[in-house]
Antibody
Framework: EVQLLESGGGLVQPGGSLRLSCAASGFTFSSYAMSWVRQAPGKGLEWVSAISGSGGSTYYADSVKGRFTISRDNSKNTLYLQMNSLRAEDTAVYYC?????????????????WGQGTLVTVSS | QSVLTQPPSVSGAPGQRVTISCTGSSSNIGAGYDVHWYQQLPGTAPKLLIYGNSNRPSGVPDRFSGSKSGTSASLAITGLQAEDEADYYCQSYDSSLSGPHWVFGGGTKLTVL
């Protein structure tokens, strides 16, 4: 059974940093691209960042480029999101999501499994 | 403002049919990229509902169907049931100038009357 378990969320002041983790199990982690998707309170879904199975390719939404860094440790089956220079508008539930297809990410990327999410609140 | 446009809300009575539209542009749906749909029940994570425009993952009832034409896609739900009340999101790929992006619609809240 595929499981994704996020952790690391919490309350942080504007300008602060936070690192999210997503522990994966139930599939060959290194074979699949992974993404972070966020949802601000009462709002829709927003793709944040993606990483290839090897970790060699990374992609970012314009809203977080230069501030967030996605990475993975395939030996630990864990995905990370390092968030720096946090802003109030980064307040959201952050989900990690697995790509349905092996390889990638690519133009066929879609998300077949999601974690339960971790809440990040940026406020003074 | 989302790259893919969905109606904020739709509603229907039990047993009825409803459709949810997802309108994109020439850099995403119109470029031939697939559309996928997710269902998000209140307080839960999104769940994959339709992939590759019209394919249902195992376990998704055949009351749910998807289609795509030109720069738009649609999700149809027939035989509405109370448990279908949820938010629905479309998703595709966008080959914008700033690099590859995966984009979602703004979401549509389905109310079962």
């Amino acid at each position: 059974e595929v499981q994704l378990l996020e952790s690391g969320g919490g309350l942080v002041q504007p300008g602060g940093s936070l690192r999210l983790s997503c522990a994966a199990s139930g599939f060959t982690f290194s074979s699949y691209a992974m993404s972070w998707v966020r949802q601000a309170p009462g709002k829709g879904l927003e793709w944040v960042s993606a990483i290839s199975g090897s970790g060699g390719s990374t992609y970012y939404a314009d809203s977080v480029k230069g501030r967030f860094t996605i990475s993975r440790d395939n030996s630990k089956n864990t995905l990370y999101l390092q968030m720096n220079s946090l802003r109030a508008e980064d307040t959201a539930v952050y989900y990690c999501a697995k790509d349905l297809l092996g390889g990638g990410p690519g133009d066929s990327t879609l998300f077949d499994y999601w974690g339960q999410g971790t809440l990040v609140t940026v406020s003074s | 403002q989302s790259v893919l446009t969905q109606p904020p809300s739709v509603s229907g009575a039990p047993g009825q049919r409803v459709t949810i539209s997802c309108t994109g542009s020439s850099s995403n749906i119109g470029a031939g990229y697939d559309v996928h749909w997710y269902q998000q029940l209140p307080g839960t994570a999104p769940k994959l509902l339709i992939y590759g425009n019209s394919n249902r993952p195992s376990g998704v009832p055949d009351r749910f169907s998807g289609s795509k034409s030109g720069t738009s896609a649609s999700l149809a739900i027939t035989g509405l049931q109370a448990e279908d009340e949820a938010d629905y999101y479309c998703q595709s790929y966008d080959s914008s100038l700033s690099g590859p992006h995966w984009v979602f619609g703004g979401g549509t809240k389905l109310t079962v009357l």
